[in-house]
């Protein structure tokens, strides 16, 4: 079966690890139906949304374009991978450098 459906992970660089940055991301990815979850890393705010290709790409869009106070960004990477199943939009703990992988 063919399926529209994708995930991808996206890195931002530069962004406040704060709440409000993840309420926000939060609200961004529910507004176009997606599911996943954020979180803080080491370098940064990481985040996987899973959802229709255009609304994935819409993210993307939307994260590089909507700063204010609360959210800038100075750069981001993404890649987009196959479809994990998530069920809902969530924030994960931070994740520790202890438990961070290399690479």
Known sequence: MI???????IK???AQQAHSTHRFIQRVALELGLLGWVRNSEHG???EAEGGVQD????IARLQQENSPQYSIASLEYLLLAPQGYIQFETLP???PAS????
């Open 56 to 59: 994935l790409l819409a993210l």
């Open 3 to 9: 399926t529209n459906q994708r995930r991808v992970r």
């Open 94 to 96: 931070d994740e520790h």
């Open 100 to 103: 961070a992988g290399v690479g």
């Open 45 to 47: 705010v990481v985040l």
């Open 12 to 14: 931002l660089y530069g």
